[in-house]
T-cell receptor, first 112, second 112 residues
């Protein structure tokens, strides 16, 4: 089992819809969870971090964490074509320093 | 704003050459990381460093070495480049290993 798993997609949604991106992780003691956005040919940039169960909202983005189910998700409301990118989930993992482990990413396309 | 810079955006080398990729961060972060990113494989950790002159192997250290002589600078060395090391190389830094990582722009290395 991979430490951090994401559906690779591609996920396509129409402009204005809600995009839902999901991530599961294997380490029950993980405490830090992050969503990054990566445009084609660019480096990842942080969108949100979440540490506690429940929802965390920032503008059009909502991160949801359920530690019991080992599940973290990202909702993008009112999706825009500029949201088209690959979204990476990162979780602090099993490494010696509990450094982040990244999922392989979900490719999102927002159709005008 | 955290700034992480990498010495080159694009690099073309020949098989057997010694290759140096340099990364500099300006936020006094203790931790620095080198990843490679390949289609379908996501971000894979090569090495990380949690202090000057300290380093730890990541998931795929074979064929690579690193150097950290100063806190702000972390170098990745390919002792004898091979074609299977053609990839996007990303450097990142963070205040703590389990915390948010800030990425440089990446170096796209092609080994012919």
């Amino acid at each position: 089992q991979k430490e951090v798993e994401q559906n690779s997609g591609p996920l396509s949604v129409p402009e204005g819809a809600i995009a839902s991106l999901n991530c599961t992780y294997s380490d029950r003691v993980s405490q830090s969870f992050f969503w990054y956005r990566q445009y084609s040919g660019k480096s990842p940039e942080l969108i949100m971090s979440i540490y506690s169960n429940g929802d965390k909202e920032d503008g059009r983005f909502t991160a949801q964490l359920n530690k019991a189910s080992q599940y973290v998700s990202l909702l993008i409301r009112d999706s825009q074509p500029s949201d088209s990118a690959t979204y990476l989930c990162a979780v602090n993992g099993k490494g010696s320093a509990r450094q982040l482990t990244f999922g392989s990413g979900t490719q999102l396309t927002v159709l005008p | 704003d955290v700034k992480v810079t990498q010495s080159s955006r694009y690099l073309v080398k020949r098989t057997g050459e010694k290759v140096f990729l340099e990364c500099v961060q300006d936020m006094d972060h203790e931790n620095m990381f080198w990843y490679r990113q390949d289609p379908g494989l996501g971000l894979r950790l090569i090495y990380f460093s949690y202090d000057v002159k300290m380093k730890e192997k990541g998931d795929i250290p074979e064929g690579y070495s690193v150097s950290r002589e100063k806190k702000e600078r972390f170098s990745l060395i390919l002792e004898s480049a091979s074609t299977n090391q053609t990839s996007m190389y990303l450097c990142a830094s963070s205040p703590r290993p389990s915390e948010t990582q800030y990425f440089g722009p990446g170096t796209r290395l092609t080994v012919l």
